[in-house]
């Protein structure tokens, strides 16, 4: 099928389910909420459809009036420039549809769970992990997402061992899912007396936030054990044991939460998070299975993927998928990362048209 007649049956489809959704009995179909969808989603990409094929319609009358051998000059000449400024619109609006119909990640539009984790650098690592997470803290602030609290294991020095948080807005796995992977900074510790440059890391990983009905958790299938919170140097925080771990047994995954005085807030936070990681277990094995020969410039999403390098000395960014750097370390850290993530989305926009063209 050509790429012109995928396009006529799109039309054709999206003409039909109008047609059936305006008919009176309509809310009373078994299917209505499916077909409501269907038809929403395929609203932007006929729009588009009809946008491109009004460009090209435009684009052949004007030049069937410019090769008219009686035509007027001066017609002819208001033609040939309206011809130029359609011809270079037309391949932009022929990618815009193309990019509508790749394939959707189902999980773009979902909140996400951010978890950071301090890597190898000791306490240095830390204190990077802890510049990570209010980075995209800012950067959700910004964007005016609800980014909440889950979790927190300090260092005692202003630093994260480990950090979770919700967030919560409009597409936000879409634009923070390149994210995940090992994060890299160079840069003289404060603690360093003879000015020598450091290397250290910190892990992030971010998953789609999963619903209770995306995934069954089987209440044997759970070990939960409550324990007494305690702060950083083993100081106690609370007199009960309101803290909880719970251990996912098939898969081994363990999620801990001491953060609320409640138990039962604790347990319902580690659930969310534990539904999160399941889910994406599930997501990266379907994957696996539909791209088994297939590995991204821009990463597969591996937490020990090294993604990112950030350069104090030099005061520049890194990004080592797509061999971008930007020299303005500053305000990438006080979260300005749209420049970062739209090259990111850009990247893997392009390597999947490759794949389909």
């Given at each position: 099928?050509?790429?012109?007649?995928?396009?006529?049956?799109?039309?054709?489809?999206?003409?039909e389910l109008g047609g059936?959704?305006?008919?009176?009995?309509?809310?009373?179909?078994?299917?209505?909420?499916?077909?409501?969808?269907?038809?929403?989603?395929?609203?932007?990409?006929?729009?588009?459809?009809?946008?491109?094929?009004?460009?090209?319609?435009?684009?052949?009358?004007?030049?069937?009036?410019?090769?008219?051998?009686?035509?007027?000059?001066?017609?002819?000449?208001?033609?040939?420039?309206?011809?130029?400024?359609?011809?270079?619109?037309?391949?932009?609006?022929?990618?815009?549809?193309?990019?509508?119909?790749?394939?959707?990640?189902?999980?773009?539009?979902?909140?996400?769970?951010?978890?950071?984790?301090?890597?190898?650098?000791?306490?240095?690592?830390?204190?990077?992990?802890?510049?990570?997470?209010?980075?995209?803290?800012?950067?959700?602030?910004?964007?005016?997402?609800?980014?909440?609290?889950?979790?927190?294991?300090?260092?005692?020095?202003?630093?994260?061992?480990?950090?979770?948080?919700?967030?919560?807005?409009?597409?936000?796995?879409?634009?923070?899912?390149?994210?995940?992977?090992?994060?890299?900074?160079?840069?003289?510790?404060?603690?360093?007396?003879?000015?020598?440059?450091?290397?250290?890391?910190?892990?992030?990983?971010?998953?789609?936030?999963?619903?209770?009905?995306?995934?069954?958790?089987?209440?044997?299938?759970?070990?939960?054990?409550?324990?007494?919170?305690?702060?950083?140097?083993?100081?106690?925080?609370?007199?009960?044991?309101?803290?909880?771990?719970?251990?996912?047994?098939?898969?081994?995954?363990?999620?801990?939460?001491?953060?609320?005085?409640?138990?039962?807030?604790?347990?319902?936070?580690?659930?969310?998070?534990?539904?999160?990681?399941?889910?994406?277990?599930?997501?990266?094995?379907?994957?696996?299975?539909?791209?088994?020969?297939?590995?991204?410039?821009?990463?597969?999403?591996?937490?020990?993927?090294?993604?990112?390098?950030?350069?104090?000395?030099?005061?520049?960014?890194?990004?080592?998928?797509?061999?971008?750097?930007?020299?303005?370390?500053?305000?990438?850290?006080a979260g300005e990362l749209?420049?970062?993530?739209?090259?990111?989305?850009?990247?893997?926009?392009?390597?999947?048209?490759?794949?389909?063209?």
């Amino acid at each position: 099928m050509s790429f012109s007649e995928k396009l006529d049956r799109l039309v054709s489809r999206f003409e039909e389910l109008g047609g059936v959704l305006a008919s009176p009995d309509a809310a009373k179909s078994g299917d209505y909420a499916l077909l409501t969808k269907e038809y929403s989603e395929l609203t932007p990409v006929v729009e588009g459809i009809r946008a491109m094929r009004k460009v090209e319609a435009e684009i052949a009358d004007l030049r069937s009036l410019i090769d008219d051998p009686e035509g007027d000059a001066d017609m002819k000449a208001l033609a040939e420039e309206e011809l130029r400024d359609l011809t270079s619109k037309s391949p932009e609006l022929e990618l815009c549809v193309k990019l509508l119909l790749l394939p959707k990640d189902e999980a773009d539009a979902r909140n996400a769970i951010l978890e950071l984790r301090a890597g190898t650098g000791g306490d240095e690592a830390g204190l990077f992990a802890a510049d990570l997470f209010r980075m995209y803290q800012r950067y959700a602030e910004s964007r005016k997402w609800k980014f909440e609290l889950l979790h927190v294991n300090e260092t005692g020095i202003g630093g994260y061992k480990e950090a979770v948080a919700s967030v919560t807005g409009r597409e936000v796995f879409a634009r923070l899912k390149f994210e995940s992977g090992v994060h890299r900074v160079q840069r003289v510790p404060e603690t360093e007396s003879g000015g020598r440059i450091h290397t250290s890391a910190a892990t992030v990983a971010v998953l789609p936030e999963a619903e209770e009905v995306d995934v069954e958790i089987d209440e044997k299938d759970l070990r939960v054990d409550v324990f007494r919170a305690s702060g950083p140097g083993g100081q106690s925080v609370n007199t009960t044991d309101s803290a909880v771990r719970i251990t996912h047994l098939p898969t081994g995954i363990v999620v801990s939460q001491q953060d609320e005085k409640s138990q039962h807030k604790n347990k319902a936070k580690a659930m969310r998070v534990l539904r999160a990681r399941l889910y994406e277990n599930e997501r990266q094995k379907a994957d696996a299975e539909r791209s088994a020969a297939r590995r991204g410039q821009v990463g597969s999403g591996d937490r020990s993927e090294r993604i990112r390098t950030y350069n104090f000395p030099q005061g520049r960014v890194t990004d080592h998928r797509i061999n971008l750097t930007l020299h303005k370390l500053d305000r990438i850290l006080a979260g300005e990362l749209d420049e970062l993530i739209d090259a990111l989305t850009a990247e893997d926009q392009a390597e999947r048209l490759a794949e389909v063209e």
